[in-house]
């Protein structure tokens, strides 16, 4: 009975909670008047305030990492400042950035001027609204840093670009370009590099890339002249980029064979500069040279971010491996940031590994505007040779004997002759072992060799070994140490001379106890 009792109360019990949901389900249900707390109203409004307020505090500490550096002459001051410029530019708005120029420039009235001129009007002021005065006293009426000043500006030259306002954009960044060319300062070299990159961007937006063609040249020579690493590398893409927009290989070429990328620079711009490179080897046919380029260029591409970046790179690298005859990791297409972008180039490996050329053909056709997009579309049409290899190696492994009539139709060739060249041709480069009898008009496959008694063993281990050198001498140069890390073990002048004079005395010492040691 105790038991019956008990399921009872839980039927009553569920039977009142169903009840219970029903009547919400009800009440939600039906439309009401709801009235938002006055709390909750005036934290929705503070948060864009205090966003803007937390954006203001951001640039002032940079300012201040961009001061420290130019009195310190530190420049990796300036780095942490650069570092921080994306996740400040997302942050970027009218509001902020009117208040960072009033801020700042409190002694140069015209550039504040002309600055706060490509902004609209800040909303009116209002209760509890953000007061930002970052230079007071005697601050205030001191001339700012060229370092701090093109800062600003780029901020602004950003904000634009990123509203797409690009004519707005280009007329700042042209007037921060002059302010910035008759300027001499290795402080202001990190800065300047920056601002050289996002000039070009505006141009190209506005499709005037041609137009700073020579600009850049000129920044150039005097980056090189100067020694400036940072600017030579930013410099050097830019042109790059620039001539690969207007498909001028030729003088791609003549300029990476002619310049030297310099070392020190960072490893974004490697990234830019292998990928580049790479693109103009596999353009000139030195496909082994462009994957060793493009693996590089992966390698020194940001892990965690850059995905459209290393999307770009995987697309040319897996075709430059099939127009090498090698087949790409299928664990490339499964990456999750890269499967849906590679999927017609997944396609497109299986058709070159089957050697189906038909559906090479209907990949082609089907993603042929996409292949354009990517740049990829000449390197894919030379694929249609290595496709039909791949199916006359296939033949070859599968027939000791077949008719070169049959081939044609397996390969959908128009005529047995055209399927004898391209046998011969084979044969000549060495992708089969056999030979054609022109009389009867078929081929007979030739016993396969032991591969181990050729030379490929050697050169697949060669490959590998080379690879694994180049990996460590990279990883070594990549290296970085604190700035003057290598003062901390050595001693001072007082300390040496007090060694020295330790040295000596230990050594008249030694002198008088060997004469003592006489009669």
Not at 348 to 355: E, I, M, N
Request: glycine share 4%.
């Amino acid at each position: 009975m105790k038991e019956t009792s008990s399921k009872r109360r839980e039927r009553a019990g569920g039977r009142d909670k169903s009840n219970k949901e029903q009547k919400e389900a009800k009440s939600a249900t039906e439309p009401q008047d709801v009235e938002m707390p006055e709390e909750e109203a005036a934290n929705a409004a503070k948060q864009p305030k205090e966003l803007d307020s937390l954006t203001l505090e951001d640039i002032k500490e940079h300012v201040k990492q961009i001061e420290k550096a130019v009195s310190g002459k530190e420049p990796r001051f300036v780095l942490r400042a650069l570092r921080a410029l994306p996740s400040t530019s997302r942050r970027l708005n009218t509001n902020v950035l009117h208040k960072a120029l009033t801020g700042f420039f409190t002694s140069n009235a015209t550039t504040r001027e002309f600055l706060l001129g490509f902004l609209e009007e800040p909303m009116e002021t209002a209760e509890g609204d953000i007061q930002f005065r970052p230079r007071t006293g005697k601050a205030a009426a001191a001339p700012l840093l060229p370092e701090v000043e093109t800062y600003l500006q780029l901020l602004l030259v950003i904000h634009l670009t990123n509203s797409k306002r690009y004519t707005e954009a280009q007329k700042v960044s042209d007037e921060l370009m002059q302010k910035v060319s008759s300027k001499n300062r290795r402080a202001l070299d990190l800065v300047v590099a920056k601002c050289y990159y996002y000039h070009a961007r505006v141009y190209e937006f506005l499709k005037q890339l041609d137009t700073i063609r020579s600009f850049l040249h000129t920044r150039l020579r005097t980056a090189t002249l100067r020694h400036d690493a940072d600017g030579q590398a930013v410099l050097l893409n830019l042109l790059l980029r620039n001539y690969l927009h207007f498909n001028l290989y030729d003088q791609a070429e003549k300029l990476v064979s002619k310049s030297v990328f310099p070392e020190l620079a960072n490893n974004n711009e490697w990234a830019r500069y292998l990928y580049y490179t790479g693109r103009i080897k596999a353009i000139q046919l030195e496909y082994t040279e462009a994957r060793r380029t493009l693996t590089n260029a992966l390698r020194k591409a940001p892990q965690h971010t850059a995905v459209g970046f290393k999307q770009t790179v995987h697309k040319l690298l897996i075709v430059v491996e099939l127009l090498l005859g090698e087949i790409p990791d299928r664990l490339q297409f499964r990456q999750p940031s890269l499967k849906r972008s590679l999927m017609p180039y997944f396609l497109l490996t299986q058709a070159v590994r089957t050697g189906n050329l038909a559906k090479f053909n209907q990949v082609l056709e089907q993603f042929g505007e996409k292949f354009q997009t990517d740049g990829t579309y000449t390197l894919i049409i030379r694929l249609r040779h290595n496709v039909i290899k791949t199916g006359v190696r296939m033949i070859s492994l599968s027939y000791s004997r077949i008719s070169l009539a049959d081939i044609a139709q397996k390969l959908q060739l128009d005529s047995p002759e055209d399927a004898e060249f391209i046998v011969a041709k084979a044969i000549r480069d060495g992708v089969i072992e056999a030979s054609i009898n022109h009389e009867k008009g078929f081929v007979q496959s030739k016993e396969t060799m032991d591969i181990y008694g050729t030379r490929e063993p050697q050169l697949a281990f060669h490959q590998r070994i080379s690879f694994c050198l180049d990996l460590h001498n990279m990883s070594v140069k990549a290296m970085r140490f604190p700035p003057k890390a290598y003062n901390k073990d050595l001693e001072s002048a007082e300390e040496r001379r007090e060694r020295e004079q330790q040295d000596l005395e230990f050594a008249k010492e030694m002198a008088e106890d060997d004469d003592d040691s006489f009669p």
